[in-house]
């Protein structure tokens, strides 16, 4: 069975997204007080990366040569994964346990595979404290935190 | 002669304490991005931003330039003594660089880089000096559709001249635009694209798509092929050999000229000058099979052209309003956040900041100097960082500053999904560089459009009726039937366009 070429999703994921802005911009008014309207600019681009989008698919649909690079997979695609996955676990549990707290926790996942854990304790809950530290304290910008102020 | 009391003058307010020592910690910051793999200038300057909202914008303005020219020297380092650019203007510095290092005259690489980068940046500063006012003033002369057409003609030339597929820097290029429009129209107020988000009704924040498109897809690149370091090679004798004074300096002589040149175009970046220069020493040299083996000439001439490059494309900047690159759009944004306009007005209206900007530009310098000649080998040292040790915390440190820009982590959901948007886009080789600078050109681009379009009365044709839109405009047209002409005839010279500064 012939898969198709990775660079023909992300082609498609560019139409759909021109697509939907297409159909949002012909509900804003096309002229506007001045001649034209909110409705002018966003119908001409989205129209011309729809176009746009449909060549770049045909074009990659049709060409003969293979990808130079072809989409992660392996310990490349479970690295992503696991980095996203943390970030967004991360985001989660950060209004809740505080600055200090998740970070640690997201410092230690993503150094688990190198480090041995004491030493990674280590590191992470410094690296943690010392972020909080410069941030927090020295450069004083607002963090997200727990109940108890860190 | 007003250029240098006005400079004198600006020299002042740059000299006081407070400037000095965010002069010294931008220009530091600017050697860490460059050195370390995975932040680059733009997430750099990005991420400080958040940083600067209770500073003066003059001390402001003056740190985050010193992020962008620093990241131009610290990548040098890198380049020679690892083989492995810190960033992507310093690429082309590895070849003949780390042979020289390999030699055992990594000294006189690093040296010869530090001198050529003083002395191409430095030139680029005096240009700002005497040219900007000039500029300033032809500046005040345009209209929206000279506007239009300017930044019409940039954008052509990054995604049309400089991409490995015009089709695909046109998707970028309007991918970003689209992007822009999102929030609420400043011409009618009407909500756009919001999708009942109240969230999006400001629009998306620069800097969360910067970092997460520069940033966070670097990391996420990163991710597949791990890092083998090189033990760094030693450094010592800082200078050339008696009888290569003269061809470097001829070398470091002309890439001033041709990175200041090229700086000036905008959309080109940093890494066309360091490339040009390099087949220019190349076409020169008397014998080019040196060149891949440790040439000197193919460390000077590259290195001051880069530097000399981020110099000049200051000028469009602070002259006409208009980035030509990611990092500067950083810095207008720096701008836009402390209150103040770029563009020619800027000059008349706020003469003692622009000229306390220049002014800590030759500072920067110096200090950058002094860094990068007798203290290259602690900075090295920083290139020794393990990466896996140093990725988890840039990925923090990323949503630290992305949270900080509005206290919101929905900013900061935002910026992980255009990291792996960028991840895509540099797997498929779309220049992320076209998305980032569209987007924020895009409010200043429908605004000049519908407002040429307001005062015209035949149409798009108005543009071509005024002498200084009309010459813009024809060379735009010139440029997007040569590129479509070398797309078909498959003959694209390809120059890497998605480079960050």
Sequence with gaps: MKTWKAGVWFGLAFLIFSIIFFIQSLTLSYSGADGLGPGFFPLWLSGMLVILSLCYIYTTFKSEESESEPMPRGTELKNIVFILASMLIYLGVVPLLGFVLSSTIFLFALLFRYYRWHLNIGISVGASLFLFWIFAKVLSVTLPVNEFGW | ?501
């Excluded at chain 2, 003609?153 to 429009?181: D, E, H, Y």
């Excluded at chain 2, 990323?398 to 948007?421: A, E, P």
Aim: hydrophobic share 50%; proline share 5%; aromatic share 8%.
């Design chain 2, 1 to 501: 002669m007003e250029s240098l009391s006005l400079l004198l003058h600006g020299f002042e307010s740059a000299l006081t304490l407070t400037n000095i020592i965010y002069c010294v910690i931008g220009v530091s910051i600017g050697m860490l991005v460059g050195i370390l793999p995975g932040l680059g200038p733009v997430s750099g300057t990005a991420l400080l931003i958040p940083v600067t909202f209770g500073m003066e914008p003059v001390t402001a303005i003056i740190m985050l330039s010193g992020i962008y020219y620093g990241s131009m020297y610290g990548g040098t380092i890198t380049s020679v003594l690892i083989n492995t650019p810190g960033e992507s203007a310093s690429v082309i510095t590895c070849i003949d660089g780390h042979q020289l290092a390999k030699q055992g005259r990594a000294g006189t690489a690093l040296g010869v880089a530090a001198i050529g980068s003083f002395i191409g940046g430095i030139v680029a500063v005096l240009g700002l000096t005497f040219l900007g006012p000039v500029l300033a003033e032809f500046g005040t002369r345009f209209g929206p559709p000279e506007y239009f057409t300017l930044m019409l003609l940039g954008l052509l030339t990054l995604v049309g001249l400089m991409g490995k597929s015009l089709v695909r820097g046109l998707i970028a290029a309007i991918f970003g635009l689209t992007l822009s429009l999102i929030g609420m129209d400043p011409a009618s107020g009407a909500i756009r694209f919001t999708f009942g988000q109240q969230e999006l009704l400001g629009g998306i924040d620069f800097t969360v798509l910067a970092i997460g498109l520069f940033g966070i897809s670097e990391i996420l690149s990163n991710a597949g092929n791990p890092t083998n370091m090189e033990k760094p090679a030693k450094i010592q004798g800082l200078f050339p050999k008696k009888e290569e004074w003269l061809p470097t300096s001829m070398s470091i002589g002309r890439g001033t000229i041709l990175g200041f040149l090229i700086g000036l175009i905008p959309g080109s970046n940093a890494a066309i000058s360091s490339l040009m220069s390099y087949s220019l020493e190349k076409k020169r040299a008397k014998d080019p099979s040196r060149f891949g083996k440790g040439a000197i000439e193919g460390v000077a001439g590259p290195e001051t052209a880069n530097n000399a490059h981020s110099g000049a494309s200051l000028i469009p900047l602070f002259t006409l309003g208009l980035p030509s690159s990611p990092t500067i759009a950083v810095i207008l944004g720096a701008f836009i956040v402390h209150g103040l306009t770029p563009g020619p007005a800027l000059f008349t209206s706020n003469p003692d900041f622009i000229w306390a900007i220049i002014a800590s530009m030759f500072i920067g310098n110096v200090v950058l100097l002094i860094f990068n000649l007798p203290l290259a080998g602690v900075w090295a040292k920083v290139a020794l960082i393990p990466y896996q040790l140093l990725f988890p915390i840039l990925l923090l440190v990323c949503c630290v500053g992305t949270y900080t820009i509005n206290n919101s982590l929905w900013d900061v959901g935002m910026m992980v999904l255009f990291g792996v948007i960028g991840y895509f886009m540099k797997k498929f080789d779309f220049p992320i560089a076209a998305t980032v600078l569209t987007f924020v050109l895009g409010a200043q681009l429908e605004t000049s459009l519908i407002q040429s379009l307001a005062i015209s009365e035949n149409g798009l044709l108005f543009l071509f009726l005024r002498p200084i839109s009309g010459t813009l405009s024809v060379l735009c047209i010139l440029i997007l039937i040569l590129s479509i002409f070398s797309a078909l005839k498959k003959k694209r010279a390809y120059l890497a366009s998605d480079v960050e500064v």
